[in-house]
């Protein structure tokens, strides 16, 4: 189980961290990954980060604004959102790949519900 939180309403420019807290599975052994899907817009990737912790990913429109961090002793994840545009306005969703990487979305094992986040211009 993957439950997301600290998403909200933030002013162009601001900052959010999301955290995503993973339970019932060895969180270690899963890459983890961040994703957001805007209102009839498909699912798209935003960052992952390796089991090891030693690998990050980002997608190109997030690549020095977002940072993704996890700690595996307490079985969470984390994105670091700062330099908020209007345009990541969207549901984001965490997500679990068990020995996969890249974490793409088609090698997703787990989703969380997601965790609305709306910058405001």
């Known amino acids: 189980q993957l439950v997301e939180s600290g998403g909200g309403l933030v002013q162009a420019g601001g900052s959010l961290r999301l955290s995503c807290a993973a339970s019932g599975r060895t969180f270690s052994n899963y890459a983890m990954g961040w994703f957001r899907q805007a209102p009839g817009k498909e699912r798209t990737f935003v960052a992952a980060i390796s089991r090891s912790i030693t690998i990050a990913d980002y997608s190109d429109s997030v690549k020095g604004r977002f940072t993704i961090s996890r700690d595996n002793a307490k079985n969470t994840v984390y994105l670091q959102m700062d330099s908020l545009k209007p345009e990541d306005t969207a549901v984001y969703h965490c997500?679990?790949?068990?020995?996969?990487?890249?974490?793409?979305?088609?090698?997703?094992?787990?989703w969380g519900q997601g965790t609305q986040v709306t910058v405001s211009s």
């Open positions: 997500a679990a790949g068990l020995g996969k990487w890249p974490l793409s979305r088609n090698l997703v094992n787990y």
